[in-house]
């Protein structure tokens, strides 16, 4: 069984930072990638970040050059730091893994972007 436990989450103004991590445990035996999506109120959950276990990356249009996937590998833990953050941005954050045995979710951390 694997868990993904996310953390970070939190309230900010607009143009602030944040930082989301998401630590995997369990019976990891080889992870494909792993990635942040988020789901808004009212609105279908979309990609945010991927990182892929050869490092490459992909990033939603409306977050590139704002937020940055990174990824401890040792630790089997993602990271997503969030600069310039907007209303917009405000949402559930969850963490995907997808692994060769199957895809798992985290539990999602909250993030909301308000004055």
């Known amino acids: 069984q694997v868990q993904l436990v996310e953390s970070g989450g939190g309230l900010v103004k607009p143009g602030g930072s944040l930082r989301l991590s998401c630590a995997a445990s369990?019976?990891?035996?080889?992870?494909?990638?792993m990635g942040w999506y988020r789901q808004a109120p009212g609105k279908e959950r979309e990609l945010v970040a991927i990182i892929a276990s050869g490092g490459s990356l992909v990033y939603a249009d409306s977050v590139k050059g704002r937020f940055t996937i990174s990824r401890d590998n040792a630790k089997n833990t993602v990271y997503l730091q969030m600069n310039s953050l907007k209303p917009e941005d405000t949402a559930v954050y969850y963490c995907?893994?997808?692994?060769?045995?199957?895809?798992?979710w985290g539990q999602g951390t909250q993030v909301t972007i308000s004055s």
């Open positions: 369990g019976s990891i035996f080889s992870i494909n990638a």
């Open positions: 995907k893994l997808w692994a060769g045995l199957g895809d798992h």
